[in-house]
């Protein structure tokens, strides 16, 4: 089993910057990768970024392109988004999630337990 302790989530203005981490625990070396998803109230789940353990190969969602950034350091076990450039259309509540490069795409076989964010216009 792996367990994911999301943290740094919180509200912020439209343009501002927030910082999320994830604290991966347990049996770690048994995943490829990390990544993100969210979700918006009254909407689906959907990717947001993610790496390879390894390599450090990202990956990111159309939406978040150029403003958000994935990071992981290995020795600590924790994954990490920069988000900036928010907009109120990132409001959301992000998870952080472990499994299989490619399967992050659109699962995984681990969930972290939520971070709100929460951008305000």
């Known amino acids: 089993q792996v367990q994911l302790v999301e943290s740094g989530g919180g509200l912020v203005q439209a343009g501002g910057s927030l910082r999320l981490s994830c604290a991966a625990s347990?049996?770690?070396?048994?995943?490829?990768?990390m990544g993100w998803f969210r979700q918006a109230p009254g909407k689906e789940r959907e990717f947001v970024a993610r790496?390879?353990?390894?390599?450090?190969?990202?990956f990111y969602a159309d939406s978040v392109k150029g403003r958000f950034t994935i990071a992981r350091d290995n020795a600590e076990n924790t994954v990490y988004l920069q988000m900036n450039s928010l907009k109120p259309e990132d409001t959301a509540v992000y998870y952080c999630?472990?499994?299989?490069?490619?399967?992050?795409?659109?699962?995984?076989?681990?969930w972290g337990q939520g971070t709100q964010v929460t951008v305000s216009s």
């Open positions: 999630a472990a499994g299989g490069y490619y399967m992050l795409r659109t699962t995984a076989d681990y």
């Open positions: 347990g049996r770690t070396f048994s995943t490829q990768a």
């Open positions: 790496i390879r353990w390894s390599t450090g190969t990202t």
